[in-house]
């Protein structure tokens, strides 16, 4: 199997509304290109700390939802709900650094442990205001999704994927990626460009057949 020659860094928090809508769109990318491309989410912690995190019922967060979460929702066929709750992110960008670690320890080439485990979080947040900051509530998902669950309570509980998530932090910050969901273009390797916001299937459409016209 050939490698592919574009690949998207998905820099990401899951405390962003927009970066869960931009799931079906990037969805949609990969089933038009297929194995041309590859979709990786990387870690992007919006408010770590010591940055306050945002009041849940403050007036910031019910004018952005209804100036564009709602409607943007409702445009891709996608049911959020503005979380009762602010939390730290931190931790479930962990859990999702272990749920890839599963994913390259697996003999099978289709596995998408990650991919899956990212969906749920972002699901339970957006539509039942999950914690994503209780490693208990991390690891009930785990267990929901028929994963290890002990296997990612001790991963949190001894800080095995923070670095991971601290370097995507950095590499974020170094290619100059302010906002998320921030997009990071690469054809074979070299870096290509960056979109940052949620983009339109349009749009990421266009952004990669540019590429595949530069590799004719």
């Known amino acids: 199997m050939s490698s592919p020659r574009i690949t998207i860094d998905v820099f990401s928090d899951y405390v962003c509304p927009f970066c869960y809508l931009e799931e079906p769109e990037l969805e949609a990318l990969k089933a038009r290109f297929g194995e041309a491309i590859a979709i990786r989410w990387r870690a992007f912690e919006l408010r770590p700390e010591p940055i306050p995190t945002l009041e849940p019922d403050g007036d ?19 049911a959020l709900r503005l979380p009762r709750i602010q939390p730290r992110s931190r931790l479930a960008h962990e859990a999702t650094a272990w ?26 947040f957006f539509e039942d205001s999950l914690d994503l900051a209780d490693p208990t509530a991390l690891v009930a998902v785990a267990k929901e999704l028929g994963l290890d669950g002990e296997s990612l309570e001790n991963a949190l509980d ?24 921030g997009l990071r273009f690469s054809l074979d390797g070299e870096h290509a ?11 990421l459409l266009l952004a990669v057949e540019r590429l595949l016209d530069l590799m004719k």
């Open 99 to 124: 749920a890839k670690d599963l994913d390259a320890q697996s003999i099978s080439e289709k596995t998408n442990i990650a991919d899956t485990l990212r969906s749920a979080l972002f699901r339970g």
């Open 158 to 181: 001894e800080g095995h994927y923070r670095e991971q998530v601290l370097a995507d932090q950095r590499t974020a910050q170094e290619l100059g990626i302010q906002g998320v969901p």
């Open 193 to 203: 460009g960056i979109l940052e916001g949620a983009q339109p299937r349009r749009q």
């Open 60 to 78: 910031y967060l019910h004018d952005i939802w209804a100036r564009a979460v709602y409607p943007m929702a409702e445009e891709r066929g996608m």
